[in-house]
């Protein structure tokens, strides 16, 4: 009969296509309804042949319009649920009876077997389901899993006795016992068979004239006085476990080419009720396991109950993020909200910095500019637009020569300044730098040096190369004498030899070097400091007459000047008490310079010392010079050259100015000792 019934139903689903078309979203993309009666018919159920796995058929009763499990018998089992993800169902059983008539005899009853687990598919499920029995003086219990082998016909019996004493014992809500009594189901339970035992209802009819028994929903059934005298067609919600039953673990299934877990992220799980397996989606997944890839991605972010996140939500394949957006911050994002990185005190403290560095910037800026209009004023100051025009003079920028005046490059030291050594035209060229010490007369001197050595160009003058004058003192660049001074050479403690020769060069080539000075030029210029520390030498012993701090050009002929200039030993007595500094006290420092360099000796010696200021008597100073001459020299040189230098020597030191030569002269007259 049922299948026959099955076979129409199938014939009808074939034959009218109208009907599956009429409501297209209750059909399934392979031809399979997926919905009967509201409710939802998933894999491995199925309604019609080929939709569903063995065991799991579900007919879709066309005259009333409800599912009911394929394969029982004597009454249709309808269904309410079908769960994939808790493999669940829940159907609706018929209640056990027995009524009794006047003469205390059953007249009627059901024992409220089903026969719907014909494939074992399905178990009582024990944790949501207990047994109630309602009657007063009655004892029902199940029977179940015939067991022909054994003492007794079954392998279960539960059940319960209740009993009333009167009429009115019985209480609503209160199954204890007194016209109600329930008790708990041993998992395992495939099927179930009423039993009453039978005790007199005589005295009980009009208010409890039958026994009732059934199965149900634990959180379902409330007992009612009225209960004594329910419908006998009355049906109870129960729910059933069900598994794929292949008498398989996972373990042995996963082998099996009938494995039920086809989609991928699914999990198998061993039944927890009777034998066989379920499958489940894997955490973060949703969907049907049983069908390949059934399990699809949870969109967590849009289940907010059930995955908390307070902060910005990401979903990921299988999981999702929370985390707070960037400079927010919270301990655990999922529940506490998330908050600014930094309280309000942190933020007005770093608007507070942030504030005082801008005005910091501002005020650099500022200082940049006054900075810039400072190096300006030095420029005009220093007579920077007088020599821009002197193309001989290259003019530095204050950056080109800050990195060489390091500690590291100073060769010399003194009361002017500090003078530095480095190179200029990609390395190729040695310099020296000389910076001058921060003092406003001193300015005056560096100043009045660059236009001074901006005029003269000769082989015997240390040639200034530039100058930078965006400074207040301007920085003057030299070419680079590379064997030191005249001092240094004479008196160092490890003595280069200087023969004779190279003596009178050096002499002969200094005086040419001050004569074309004093005479040479449109506007002579007068030295103010000849000594031995302003020769210097270089590597061929060539001398080359520097610092002009101290010069004077002269535009008249003579020139008076209130400090006293150069250097004590050196300087003109003339010079010292008139305070008229001409061309002559150049050449009486050149003496003095004269004769330190033919005795090798300091001129704070006393030896020369004496000599100085014993000009009276000529031929006893005479006499002096020639025998104070570096015996290094005296062997090999003749008296003659000694005598001729002695006599230009007295004659630049002559205390009468007009009677010492000109620097003109004495250049030539050196000139011809060397010859
Ligand atoms: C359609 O039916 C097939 C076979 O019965 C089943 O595997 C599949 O899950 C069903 N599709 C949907 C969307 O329910
Ligand atoms: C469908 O429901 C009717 C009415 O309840 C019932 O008579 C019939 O037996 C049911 N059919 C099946 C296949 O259960
Ligand atoms: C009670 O039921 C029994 C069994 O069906 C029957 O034999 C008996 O006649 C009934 N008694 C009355 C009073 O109906
Ligand atoms: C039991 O029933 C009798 C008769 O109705 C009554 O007299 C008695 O009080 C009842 N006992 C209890 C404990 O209810
Ligand atoms: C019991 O189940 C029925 C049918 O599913 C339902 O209508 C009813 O509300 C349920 N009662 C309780 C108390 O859950
Ligand atoms: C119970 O069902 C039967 C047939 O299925 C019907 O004849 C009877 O009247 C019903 N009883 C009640 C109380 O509904
Ligand atoms: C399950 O195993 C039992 C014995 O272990 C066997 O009797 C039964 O036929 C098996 N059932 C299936 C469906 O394989
Ligand atoms: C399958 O997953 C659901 C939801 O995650 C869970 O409620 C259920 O208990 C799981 N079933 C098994 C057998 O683990």
């Known amino acids: 009969m049922p299948t026959a019934l099955k076979a129409l139903m ?26 009967c009666g509201g409710i939802s018919i998933q894999y ?131 199954c204890a016992s007194i016209g109600c009594c329930h008790v708990d189901i041993p998992p395992g339970l495939t099927d179930n068979r009423m039993t009453f035992e039978v005790y007199s209802h005589k005295t009980k009819l009009d208010y409890s004239p039958c026994n009732y028994a059934f199965l149900v929903d634990r959180n379902n059934y409330t007992f009612h006085t009225a ?25 042995e299934a996963k082998k099996e080419q009938s494995y039920a877990c086809v989609s991928t992220n699914s999990n198998c799980h061993d039944s927890s009720n009777g ?33 908390p996140c307070r902060g910005v939500c990401w979903n990921t394949l299988g999981s999702y993020e929370c985390k707070c957006r960037s400079g927010w911050d919270s301990a655990d994002p999922l529940h506490i909200p998330c908050n600014p990185n930094f309280p309000l005190a942190a933020k007005i403290v770093t608007g507070a910095i942030g504030g005082l560095f801008i005005i910091a910037i501002v005020l650099f800026i500022i200082l940049l500019g006054k900075e810039k209009r400072k190096m300006k004023e030095f420029f005009r100051k220093n007579g920077g637009p007088i020599i821009e025009k002197v193309n001989k003079i290259k003019l530095f920028k204050k950056e080109e020569l800050e990195q060489m005046l ?37 300015a005056n001197q560096f100043a009045n040096e660059v236009i001074i050595q901006s005029r003269v160009l000769h082989k015997n003058i240390v040639n200034l190369i530039g100058c930078c004058l965006e400074v207040d003192v301007p920085i003057l660049v030299y070419e680079y004498v590379s064997n030191g001074s005249l001092d240094k050479i004479l008196h160092d403690s490890n003595r280069v030899p200087l023969d004779l020769e190279i003596r009178l060069q050096i002499a002969a ?16 210029i007068l030295h103010g400091d000849v000594k031995p520390a302003n020769i210097l030498l270089n590597e061929d012993f060539v001398p080359k007459i520097s610092d002009f701090g101290t010069s004077r050009m002269i535009t008249i002929e003579e020139h008076y000047t209130s400090t006293i200039i150069g250097n004590w030993g050196y300087m003109d007595p003339e010079y010292v008490q008139t305070g008229l500094y001409t061309s002559k006290s150049d050449v009486y420092s050149f003496g003095v310079v004269l004769l330190e360099l033919f005795t090798r000796k300091k001129v704070l010696d006393p030896d020369i010392n004496v000599l100085l200021g014993n000009f009276y008597d000529r031929q006893t100073t005479k006499k002096g010079v020639i025998e104070l001459i570096d ?3 005296s062997a090999e040189g003749t008296i003659g050259i000694f005598h001729s230098l002695a006599e230009i020597i007295l004659e630049c030191l002559n205390l009468h100015v007009e009677l010492r030569p000109q620097m003109a002269d004495v250049a030539e007259r050196l000139q011809c000792l060397l010859k």
């Open 509 to 524: 080539q200094s005086a040419k070097g001050l004569a074309y000075m004093h005479s040479e030029i449109t506007t002579p």
């Open 275 to 307: 034998p066989g397996y379920v499958c489940n989606c894997s955490n973060g997944y949703q969907g049907n396991p049983y069908i390949a890839g059934g399990c699809t991605d949870i969109n967590e972010c849009e289940y907010k109950e059930l995955y």
């Open 44 to 174: 491995p159920f199925g309604i019609g042949a080929g939709c569903f796995r063995h065991g799991f058929e579900i007919i879709c009763n066309q005259t009333t319009g409800t599912p009911v499990l394929a394969g029982t018998t004597k009454s249709s089992v309808p269904v309410n649920l079908l769960s994939i993800t808790t493999a669940e169902a829940r159907v609706m059983l018929p209640v056990a009876w027995a009524c009794f008539n006047s003469s205390d005899q059953v007249y009627a009853d059901n024992d409220g077997d089903v026969h719907f687990n014909g494939d074992e598919v399905y178990r009582i499920s024990n944790t949501h389901n207990q047994l109630v029995v309602v009657g007063c003086n009655t004892l029902g219990y199940t029977r179940s899993q015939r067991n022909e082998g054994s003492d007794y016909l079954y392998a279960y019996y539960a059940g319960c006795m209740s009993y009333c004493n009167n009429s009115h014992s019985a209480v609503d809500g209160a």
């Open 227 to 251: 209960d004594l005298q329910m419908n006998l067609n009355r049906t109870m919600p129960v729910w059933l476990d069900w598994a794929i039953r292949d008498n398989l673990t996972c373990d």
């Open 406 to 442: 390091k500690t590291s490059n100073c060769i010399g030291q003194g009361g002017f300044g500090e003078v530095y050594m480095g190179y200029i035209r990609d390395q190729t060229q040695p310099v020296a730098i000389k910076k001058p010490k921060i003092d406003v007369k001193l």
């Open 10 to 35: 199938l014939c009808l689903l074939l034959a009218s296509p109208m009907a599956s078309s009429a409501t297209p979203d209750a059909m399934n993309i392979t031809g399979c309804p997926d919905i």
């Open 631 to 633: 015996p290094e020299i």
